[in-house]
Nanobody
Framework: QLQASGGGLVQPGGSLRLSCAAS????????IGWFRQAPGKEREWISG????????YYTDSVKGRFTITRDTAKNTVYLQMNSLQPEDTAVYYC???????????????????WGQGTQVTVSS
């Protein structure tokens, strides 16, 4: 089971840290993906951490602003989001799977378990 949290309302230029806590399995053995879905749009992959080696990946629109990290002791993955902009407004989801090739890590169908989503709103 995955539990996403940390969303909220933030002004443009602000920061938030999302958490994705796992129970019942070890996150480090899974590939974790962060996705977001804005109203009227498809769910899009924004970041991922590959299982075992922990290599991280980002979509271009968040590269340099978002950072994915993993705390193995807490069995939690984080998404630190800086320099947030209104276009980052969306429901954010974390998901776990076993894909290790980036092209498949970017796919919604590449994941087996999903968190419930947390709303991020960037507005002044």
């Amino acid at each position: 089971q995955l539990q996403a949290s940390g969303g909220g309302l933030v002004q443009p230029g602000g920061s938030l840290r999302l958490s994705c806590a796992a129970s019942g399995f070890t996150l480090a053995y899974s590939t974790i993906g962060w996705f977001r879905q804005a109203p009227g749009k498809e769910r899009e992959w924004i970041s991922g951490m590959r299982r075992n080696d922990g290599r991280s990946y980002y979509t271009d629109s968040v590269k340099g602003r978002f950072t994915i990290t993993r705390d193995t002791a807490k069995n939690t993955v984080y998404l630190q989001m800086n320099s947030l902009q209104p276009e980052d407004t969306a429901v954010y989801y974390c998901a776990s799977g076993d894909r290790t090739i980036l092209s498949t890590m970017r796919m919604v169908r590449g994941y087996d378990y999903w968190g419930q989503g947390t709303q991020v709103t960037v507005s002044s």
